[in-house]
């Protein structure tokens, strides 16, 4: 401080405001890159830089945690168990490429789906539709290649080859009905075709699947195509408003391969129900599939506090309820709408329309953004067709945050929210969507310190404009009163 004083006092009106313009432009520069940096990466460059690179160099590492490799093999199994997975899921309800996102970019210009995203989807479609006998039949060979292939136009193009090698192969009809297909309608012309082919194809493995380790891939494989593509008709049946036709195909695929649960397909039967107002049904839906045992989603978990606030929602007002309490309907309610905001604390801003919503990325994570988008995506008219549902979210949801502890040590009626879904999720949605934190992070020391010197070098800078005698004045009086 004694160095800066006497350095100011020996300045002329002209270089001390030079050096405060400059000082504040840097100030400036410093303030933008930290909140850019903090937006982008979750954390501080000026915290991280001195965490990571200046404590070691003035003595902080004696004091830092030891390395993961000094831990003990049942130490790290118990960490990671203890540590909330962020598993990605695919999306039951993911849009078709042709019809859908292609169509969105074209209108709009943007990209819809992400990198990372389709790079998943690809993996899916190698574990789905492959195995290991297709160097057997060329088609299944080429189709092999097709779904590795970046290109989109190079993916069709392998589809077609594959056609004409085999004028039965099915995943080459799917391959056409998700891509090529510009319509639904197209595409569910080539899903019947695929599904005409598949269903052949799966009889053919079921005779053969015991001979041989080998077949028996080829029959899952077989049983994979047939159930996607089933799945798939049903939902342009859904999209083409023939709702009970979709309803009955979904049912009969639930009950034709009922150890397919992981696939999430009573989540498909659960809108196109609410789509029918069959309220009944869907409840009965939630019956089998809101077990303790299984593991839960948005679209279980709001769809349970939909059906409890649609018994209460058209008669409750804030105003009486607060004069006369809560009746035990409007209790259970309340606690449903609870239950499902502390599994999924984004959604209520995209139902209430606080948030803009995009299209659904093809994989969400479950108590994540992705998964808050594609709820809302499709549900969000459910919400609006019960009158005073959203009322009722509306003044109940804030609640649940008071119940749930902080910082997050334990969950309520759910295990701890995850610290992962944030980075999980910006890979997921694309890059023009304002991506939903929770909880929110506060801004770091060092962004409100930087705020505060271009803040206070501004300041100087200009009455040093306006005043530059009297500020070297000042700084020479300051300078006098530090000898």
Not at 141 to 170: F, G, S
Not at 174 to 183: D, I, K, M
């Amino acid at each position: 401080l004694l160095t800066v004083t006497m350095f100011l006092s020996t300045l002329t009106p002209k270089f001390y405001f030079a050096l405060t313009v400059t000082s504040s432009f840097i100030s400036g520069l410093i303030f933008v890159f930290e909140w850019w940096h903090f937006r982008k990466y979750g954390t501080s460059f000026i915290e991280q830089v001195s965490v990571s690179h200046l404590r070691p160099l003035i003595g902080g590492a004696e004091n830092s945690p030891p390395p993961p490799a000094a831990f003990s093999a049942g130490d790290s199994d118990t960490s990671r168990q203890n540590m909330p997975e962020c598993k990605v899921w695919r999306n039951p309800l993911n849009l078709f490429r042709g019809a859908e996102y292609s169509r969105y970019m074209w209108v709009t210009g943007k990209e819809p789906l992400t990198y990372y995203d389709m790079n998943l989807s690809a993996q899916d479609h190698q574990n789905f539709f492959t195995c290991d006998t297709d160097a057997l039949r060329p088609s299944d060979t080429v189709m092999q290649k097709a779904w590795r292939e970046r290109n989109p136009q190079a993916r069709i193009k392998a589809a077609y080859q594959a056609l004409e090698l085999n004028n039965d192969c099915a995943t080459a009809y799917v391959l056409l009905a998700e891509e090529e297909a510009t319509t639904i309608v197209d595409a569910e012309k080539y899903f019947k075709q695929a599904l005409k082919a598949g269903e052949m194809i799966y009889r053919k493995s079921q005779n053969c699947h015991s001979q041989s380790p080998q077949h028996e891939a080829q029959l899952r494989r077989d049983t994979n195509v047939l159930v996607y593509v089933k799945r798939r008709l049903a939902m342009c049946a859904r999209k083409l408003g023939r709702i009970r036709e979709a309803v009955k195909m979904m049912r009969d695929l639930m009950k034709e391969f009922p150890l397919l649960s992981m696939l999430n397909i009573h989540e498909n039967l659960l809108e196109a129900l609410l789509e029918l107002q069959a309220y009944a049904d869907v409840q009965a839906v939630l019956a089998k599939y809101d077990d303790i045992s299984l593991p839960k989603s948005a679209a279980i978990c709001y769809t349970a506090a939909l059906l409890k606030a649609r018994a209460v929602s058209e008669r409750f007002s804030p105003e009486t309820a607060s004069k006369r309490g809560l009746s035990t309907a409007e209790i259970n309610a309340v606690e449903a709408i609870h239950r499902a905001v502390e599994f999924n604390p984004h959604v209520p801003k995209y139902l209430l329309e606080m948030k803009s919503l995009v299209l659904p990325p093809e994989h969400i994570l479950k108590r994540g953004d992705s998964e808050a988008v594609a709820y809302a995506f499709f549900h969000l008219q459910h919400w609006k067709r019960i009158e005073g549902a959203l009322n009722l979210l509306h003044c109940t949801w804030e609640g649940t945050f008071r119940m749930i502890p902080y910082p997050l040590e334990k969950g309520h009626l759910f295990y701890p929210y995850p610290s992962c879904t944030e980075t999980a999720d910006r890979e997921l949605l694309p890059t023009f969507h304002e991506v939903s934190v929770y909880p929110q992070k506060e801004l770091p020391f060092f962004i409100h310190f930087t705020a505060g010197l271009c803040s206070f070098s501004a300041m100087l800078a200009l009455l040093t404009h306006q005043f530059p005698e009297l500020m070297v004045i000042l700084a020479k009086a300051v300078s006098t009163a530090t000898w």
